[in-house]
């Protein structure tokens, strides 16, 4: 029993850091929720098939290209998507290169979003596809399925 | 490129038998549930922090549900770390869990469920764009202008104060849900925001009936479907894109329970729950219960407005392939939402004294249009059931709230899951199915981890 205690001790140690860790990732310290005042909207830049270099004067979010992991893409990815939304959206999913990229159209078609030349879009889908990649896959396999 | 972190989670969801090994030296039999030859169960026990009495029932692969979800009382994150939801931090609300600062979006921790009404600081936030300008809107609230347009002999446009005026009020108390709740369940992650059970609430609304209202602007016999608009601002900020525009078939817009509703537990509706005015569809996906309303467009034909299409709101037809795709031909507008339970005292993480010999718990149970017949509750991992004692609802589409009283054979380290079955027999599955690629109707049983001290 002691013997058990000393062993279990140790990897108890360590699953509690990694536990701390994750737990801590679902809650952080609370931040304060920080408006910025609104400033008048974006004239319809929107069909222009140029990427975003910088994010629209009245964002209302505090992401920064720093809220996304480091990576080819990383600066395109960040202001393209976050120009709308936060970055905790990007952060929260994990899918497939194929269903990132029919995200990517699905923001087009019902947002309105820029629809940026060919490489451009596979830089972006690139990037979300290798940082935010499925992560839950159930029962311990994969679904023989699926062909992706 | 700075190596990704692999956190326990993300062990278990890469291959949560692997993970079992990895992190407890669990190991299962062919039975895939126990330990086998009790291996690991010590190290996990003591990762929980206890024994766990039921271990020989415990699933493998299955994440032990003190881990698997946040507490109220996190953990400091390490410094400088962004990850993850936030606590949200406004006037007026409790400290729920922030799933996004834009557009904002926030749910209630199952313990702050705790409540037959939802009080208004407890109630969950879900916005699809930028709240209204407050400055730009009227001073006197009775001057909010609603119009009534389309298949309707006499369109109208109608101020708040006249609608109070000539319209019967009444005061229900009505759910309300996030048509993606229980998002997170689905495996592998569907798209959208990662709800657990909280993107649900139950208030006292007061309102006047829709249905008196478009009544009275005489509905034509083409009048089949409703499309709602509101006041908020799409998030890119253009005044060109409509944020969101869901409707219903008209037999939904007729129910009673249907309202514009002007005041939220017996107050005006604050502005981030769409204040002054909105309206509340009991029962159907949360985003037909437009906020800051200004139109309901009464069509001929279903509605096609923003969230209407694609896999928006829909569920498949044909049982799809977890992760793939999907065909927009296969989907089916979700309408009711399915049946839910959750346990709401004692809270996810909540430690018992020595000496506990019963768990005397309660939580909230709901189903879209039906009522709930029976709620089920397992302290064993669904070996054995033992049925709660479930209230009637205080009206059509309220929380029903109900108790249990479970005896504890020893201290150590409970799960208690909870399961409710609807009027119409249907019962919460033990997994989230039918997968669709925006996740809707995920309701597994619910899942929430106590501790009794040794």
Known sequence: ?148 | MAKRERGMHELYADDPERADALVFGRRTGRSRRGFLKGAGLASMGAAIGAAIPFSENMPAGLVPAALAQATTAPPAAPAGGDKGPKLLKMDGKADLVLLGDKPLVAETPAEMMDDEVTPTEKFFIRNNGLLPDASKMPSDPRMWKIKIDGEVDKPMEISLGDLMARYEASSLKLQLECGGNGRSFFTPEARGNQWTNGGAGCAEWTGVRLGDVLKAAGLKSTAVYTGHFGADVHLSGDASKVTISRGMRMAKAMDPHTLIAFRMNGKEIPLVHGGPVRLIVPGWAGSLSAKWLTRVWVRDKEHDGQGMGGFSYRTPKMPMIPGDKGDEKNMAILESMPVRSIVTFPAHGAKLPKGTTKIDLRGSAWAGDNTIQSVDISIDYGVTWTKAEVKAPANKFAFQRYTASVPVPSAGYYEIWSKATDSSGKTQPFQAGNWNPQGYGGNPISRVAVLIEA
């Open chain 1, 1 to 148: 029993m002691k013997l058990t205690q000393v062993i279990t001790a140790g990897i108890a140690a360590l699953a509690a850091i990694m536990l701390l860790d994750r737990a801590g990732s679902f809650r952080p310290p609370a931040e304060k929720l920080v408006t910025t005042k609104p400033a008048p909207a974006p004239t319809a830049a929107a069909r222009n098939k140029a990427l975003p270099k910088a994010l629209p004067a009245d964002v209302k979010h505090q992401d920064t290209v720093e809220s996304m992991p480091q990576g080819k893409g990383q600066e395109e990815t960040f202001y393209l998507c976050a120009a709308c939304h936060g970055t905790a959206l990007i952060k929260a999913q994990g899918m497939t290169r194929e269903r990132w990229d029919s995200t990517f159209q699905y923001m087009i078609d019902r947002h309105g979003m820029a629809d940026p030349d060919k490489a451009d879009r596979d830089l972006i889908v690139d990037y979300l596809a290798e940082h935010f990649p499925p992560r839950r896959r159930g029962r311990g396999q994969d679904n023989p399925f699926l062909k992706n």
